[in-house]
């Protein structure tokens, strides 16, 4: 062949004869487990760090705690990010404030996210709030939720108290999380470790209409 003819097929050869040991990097994926770990992790701690970041430790962990507990609930996603940012595309109605109040334009202090961080890897290492149980809500002190009379009160910690479902457990939830799966399989991990069933009575969440959960595990709106 005459690469003459062809100045860029010579060029292209040259190039080639030159650099015989040119190394092309391997893109290897991400590993899942430690993308949703992460991912859990960091959800977590934005939630404490917002919602209880001057609270006590034992308030802190409370919060967290409260994630976990509805992580086990079926009426609950089965992420920790699924369960934090639930509703936050709505102006009202999220089930964390700081999700859709505009929180979230106003980063928290590296401080309080390096202390919030911590704790939530002691939550997710297997860590629980024995002072909370079951516990799946929560409010500040100077306010009363429409949904407080019908929950069972467990506790007051700083500036929130705490409730659970009537008929839930009254035991924490633990992080048996299977995060090569996504977090789904806690759910099933923890229903297997709580032998109480959820009272499948009516509830109404933060914002959301009233719920009610089917034999067969689907959440209902009331009127269905």
């Known amino acids: 062949m005459a690469f003459g003819k062809y100045p860029l097929a010579k060029l292209a050869l040259g190039v080639a004869m030159a650099l015989p040991q040119i190394a092309f990097a391997q893109i290897t994926p991400p590993d899942p487990v430690t993308v949703n770990r992460t991912r859990a992790l960091t959800c977590l701690a ?10 006590t430790i034992a308030g802190q962990e409370a919060v967290a705690q409260v994630i976990l507990n509805r992580l086990r609930h079926p009426a609950y996603p089965k992420t920790i990010c699924g369960v934090v940012y639930q509703g ?116 109404s969440p933060w914002g959301l209409p009233t719920l009610s959960i089917a034999p067969s595990g689907r959440i209902k709106v009331a009127g269905e």
């Open 46 to 55: 934005q939630a404490i760090s917002y919602e209880a970041g001057n609270e």
């Open 88 to 203: 936050s595309e709505r102006k009202t109605g999220c089930q964390f404030t700081f999700t859709c109040d505009g929180s979230l334009r106003r980063p928290r202090s590296a401080q309080s996210m390096a202390f919030a961080t911590a704790i939530a890897e002691r939550v997710l290492s297997g860590g629980t709030s024995l002072i909370v149980g079951g516990a799946t809500h929560y409010h500040a002190n100077y306010v009363l939720p429409y949904w407080a009379p019908s929950l069972v009160k467990i506790a007051n910690i700083g500036a929130h108290i705490f409730y659970r479902m009537p008929g839930a457990p009254d035991f924490p939830a633990v992080a048996n999380i299977d995060y090569a799966r996504g977090e789904i399989a806690v759910a099933q991990q923890n229903s297997a470790q709580q032998p109480p069933a959820p009272n499948t009575s009516l509830f």
